[in-house]
Structures are given as C-alpha cells and as structure tokens.
C-alpha cells in the first residue's frame, strides 16, 4: 500500500520544545514583576507551574485544552490576589509569542522541505504551537490539533481526524512523531502507519506492545526513506 500522505508531530519532533517553555514562563514572569509586583511576589514560576498542574488534575475535561488549561490558572493567580479582571488577553499574548520561538533541530526544515514536495502533510499536535509563528506553515497543508478537535493523541480520533483532511484511507497515511504512546501507539490503533522518531536512542516501552517497524533517528532519515521506499 502506497504511503499518499503524512502526518508530524511537533513538540519534540520538529524541534525541542522545553526550551521554549521555559522562555515563555519567563516573559510571563517578566510581564508581571514589572506590571504586577505584587502577584509576582506571589506566584513565582515554581508555583504558578505547580497550580497548572492542580488545574490540570482538576479538570480532565480539559485534557486536550492546554491554552485554555493556562488562561485558568493565571484567572486563579489573579483571584487569589484579589484582583477580578486580569489581563488575560496580554499574558496570552507573552507567552504565546516566547512559546512559539522554538529552534528547529538542523535537520527538521530540510526535511520538510523535502517531504512536502512529495507528499502532502498536515501537523498533528497536543500542544498549541502555532505553525505560522514557528516559521513552519508553508510546508503543511493541514493543521490538527487537539483543542480543535476535543480530543487529543493518543485517542484514535484525533488521528481519523487528520486522515479526513487528506481523503484518503488510513493505511494510505504515515505518522511521525517522539512519543511511544502518544504518536506510535496512537497511531497504529487508528489503523495509520507510524515511524518512532527516536532522537535520544531511547528503548521502546514494552508495555505498549511490538516494537514500531520502523525507528529512526531523525527527520532526515525519514525523508531518506521515504524517498527509497515509499510510493505516492
């Protein structure tokens, strides 16, 4: 069966993406100790990450929301210091602009560029990374991501969701991502492809079953594969 698209993850696949998390609390906590002192002094990073969590405990619902996951706990920073009517719009804003300053791992763009000249490709995340400000946009011709479609990977619809997108049979498609549960094992109960993009030389987690068939160590390597063995 002929692969006639594919789909990328972004997170961790594309590029690192805990160096941007960690510049975009940063500008949050900036924003405030110049505009907010007070809530500053308050919440430092470590405890404003620490109610994330405990919001993200709280609300399952919101599993597949991370933005909206974030927007509350800044609601609740604010509330805690008596303050009603937050600035919401602008700390989303700082932090969505230092979120998406990621460094793009020396072989993902050339990549890209390759794949997308053979193969059409649309992004599948879990994260709120934004394809335009990460300079990315023009090699996809699809975006799917987790807080649009109310579920998120490694539930099998997110994945069917893409493969909507495309037209074509789920066994037509070929996922590529880090995570061995979110990205290979998801994608492979949904009926698609998967390539473990294996970065760190990691060992395969054997409670998620049979190794993938194929692993390999970076985004190069599968546009070298793709362009031996795939046919589209």
């Given at each position: 069966m002929p692969i006639r698209?594919?789909?990328l993850d972004l997170d961790d696949t594309l590029w690192p993406v805990l160096p941007a998390l960690e510049l975009a609390d940063r500008a949050v906590d900036d924003y405030l100790r110049e505009h907010w002192p007070d809530v500053a002094r308050a919440w430092p990073i470590t405890a404003m990450r620490e109610l994330r969590a405990q919001v993200a405990a709280?609300?399952?619902d919101l599993a597949h929301d991370f933005t909206t996951?974030?927007?509350l706990t800044q609601q609740q920073v604010f509330a805690a210091c008596g303050i009603a009517d937050p600035p919401l719009d602008?700390?989303?804003e700082i932090y969505f602009a230092a979120r998406n300053a990621v460094e793009p791992w020396p072989d993902s763009l050339p990549a890209l560029r390759r794949l997308a000249a053979r193969w059409p490709l649309a992004s599948l995340t879990n994260g709120n990374a934004d394809l335009a400000?990460?300079?990315v946009q023009?090699?996809?011709a699809h975006h799917v991501?987790?807080?649009d479609v109310g579920v998120a990977k490694p539930d099998p619809r997110i994945f069917l969701a893409a493969v909507t997108q495309f037209g074509v049979a789920p066994d037509e498609v070929l996922h590529a991502g880090d995570d061995p549960e979110h990205d290979v094992a998801g994608a492979r109960r949904a009926g698609l492809r998967a390539v473990w993009i294996n970065r760190h030389g990691e060992?395969?987690?054997a409670a998620l079953g049979p190794a993938p068939e194929l692993e390999l160590r970076d985004l190069g390597e599968l546009a070298d594969w793709l362009e031996t063995h795939a046919t589209a």
């Open positions: 698209a594919i789909t709280e609300r399952p996951q974030r927007r602008t700390l989303w400000r990460t300079g023009a090699h996809f991501c987790s807080r060992a395969w987690p």
